[in-house]
């Protein structure tokens, strides 16, 4: 089973800021099947990413992920104050499934 | 604009079994696969597991033994039964449309909005 592992595990900025947020896998992930949730409160999880890199309809290009292999990034270049929430990645094509990451909670500073 | 609904007993006493269905309103229900997907009260998410149109399931290797994802193409709808329930499947469940190409996975893009399962004596 792949495990997603991501880091930080808080992550306290400002509007206005950059955002890194970092998923890890135990084991290769081919960057076709990775993807990148964002949830708040009370509400369904929404896709942001998929296929590593490319923004899901309606996602504003703030948004940007990137990385191969192991190591991939959700990328926030300026904050709104709406972007305020737990991301998640995902990872699915690999046996025995679809596997989430724990998450990261990007709060305001 | 494809909308899913779904529905399902909330409370359930340990050992018996969730039942839950989703309905697909406004879309293909062929050209999908689709999800559940549970969150625990404060946790992150978890794949339950997926099916398609042809019935075709993969399963969470963890949850394999008690689930079962079944599809009524007929109705445009899929179900959930998880069996001998405890409080540890006290959680949010959600269905979700996920699409899948030539070796490539366009993530899960449509939610239903979720349905709280509590699970207590």
């Known amino acids: 089973e792949i495990v997603l592992t991501q880091s930080p595990g808080t992550l306290s900025l400002s509007p206005g800021e950059r955002a890194t947020l970092s998923c890890r896998a135990s084991h290769s992930v081919s960057s076709s099947y990775l993807a990148w949730y964002q949830q708040k409160p009370g509400q369904a999880p929404r896709l942001l990413i998929y296929?590593?890199?490319s923004r899901a309809t309606g996602i504003p290009d703030r948004f940007s992920g990137s990385g191969s292999g192991t190591d991939f990034t959700l990328t926030i270049s300026r904050l709104e104050p709406e972007d305020f929430a737990v991301y998640y990645c995902?990872?699915?094509?690999?046996?025995?499934?679809?596997?989430f990451g724990q998450g990261t909670r990007l709060e305001i500073k | 604009q494809v909308q899913l609904q779904q529905w399902g007993a909330g409370l359930l006493k340990p050992s018996e079994t969730l039942s839950l269905t989703c309905a697909v309103y406004g879309g293909s229900f062929s050209d999908y696969y689709w999800s559940w997907i549970r969150q625990p009260p404060g946790k992150g998410l978890e794949w339950i597991g997926e099916i398609n149109h042809s019935g075709s399931t993969n399963y969470n290797p963890s949850l394999k033994s008690r689930v079962t994802i079944s599809v009524d193409t007929s109705k445009n709808q899929l179900s959930l039964k998880l069996s001998s329930v405890t409080a540890a499947d006290t959680a949010v469940y959600y269905c979700?449309?996920?699409?899948?190409?030539?070796?490539?996975?366009?993530?899960?893009?449509?939610w239903g909005q979720g349905t709280t399962v509590t699970v207590s004596s």
């Open positions: 296929g590593a890199s």
């Open positions: 995902q990872q699915s094509g690999n046996s025995p499934g679809i596997t």
């Open positions: 979700a449309r996920a699409r899948y190409g030539t070796r490539y996975y366009y993530g899960m893009d449509v």
